[in-house]
């Protein structure tokens, strides 16, 4: 089926420890994006690639790093996780349509950082 | 600045009503487009309804409207004859069109439909 996969789908880790999100979509779109998801705050914006080749900070970029692979595939760093960084963890795509524009998302990350 | 507000933190609504979920937004850009997405409890984000800023219609998609006032900066999601499956989060979401900008969200609220 054509979509957004993630994954782990959960992970724990340990203060400190390091690890890599997975994102790779099959719909052909020049755009991904990772968020991230917590209580009370909706959806905030870590980092993006707007196409293949380029990749910007959004709004909450502090302890990540990211990679576009290729034009599928767009993966996300933790270094040094934090217990701050526990939350659920989505990754999408999109075209710059403008008749539309609108996002497709994964299935999430929910992460645990203890 | 906040660009979309999402007043109402939690909604109750009774089976076959209808509900009004409210959504008010910042911009410039003249060029937006406006989304409502809807998260059940298994977490996935599903996309709901679209409206551009230029469209002269409030779009409909089904049970869900979006109820379009431009020059006061609201979007609101009306959904007609809720059902129970209807319980969820639901999100308003913007994108600005001039230049490139991303999905900006506001913090949601909380949808619960008793029988």
């Known amino acids: 089926n054509a979509g957004v996969t993630q994954t782990p789908k959960f992970q724990v880790l340990k203060t400190g420890q390091s690890m890599t999100l997975q994102c790779a979509q099959d719909?052909?779109?020049?755009?991904m994006y990772w968020y991230r998801q917590d209580p009370g705050m909706g959806l905030r914006l870590i980092y993006y690639s707007a196409s293949e080749g380029t990749t910007d900070k959004g709004e909450v970029p502090n302890g990540y790093n990211v990679s576009r692979l290729n034009k599928r595939e767009f993966s996300l760093r933790l270094e040094s996780a934090a217990p701050s960084q526990t939350s659920v963890y989505f990754c999408?795509?999109?075209?710059?349509?403008?008749?539309?524009?609108?996002?497709?998302f994964g299935s999430g990350t929910r992460l645990t950082v203890v | 600045a906040q660009k979309i507000t999402q007043t109402q933190p939690g909604m109750f609504v009774q089976e076959k009503e209808a509900v009004t979920l409210d959504c008010t937004y910042d911009t410039s850009d003249p060029s937006y487009g406006l989304f409502w997405y809807k998260q059940p409890s298994s977490g996935e984000m599903i996309f709901l309804i679209y409206q551009g800023s230029y469209d002269q219609q409030n779009a409909t998609e089904g049970r869900y409207s979006l109820n379009f006032q431009k020059a006061r900066k609201s979007a609101n999601l009306v959904i007609s004859a809720s059902q129970l499956g209807d319980s969820a989060m639901y999100f308003c979401a913007m994108r600005e069109f001039s230049g490139y900008s991303t999905l900006t969200f506001g913090k949601g609220t909380m949808l619960l439909v008793s029988p």
């Open positions: 999408a795509s999109s075209t710059r349509d403008r008749t539309t524009g609108g996002y497709t």
């Open positions: 719909m052909n779109h020049n755009s």
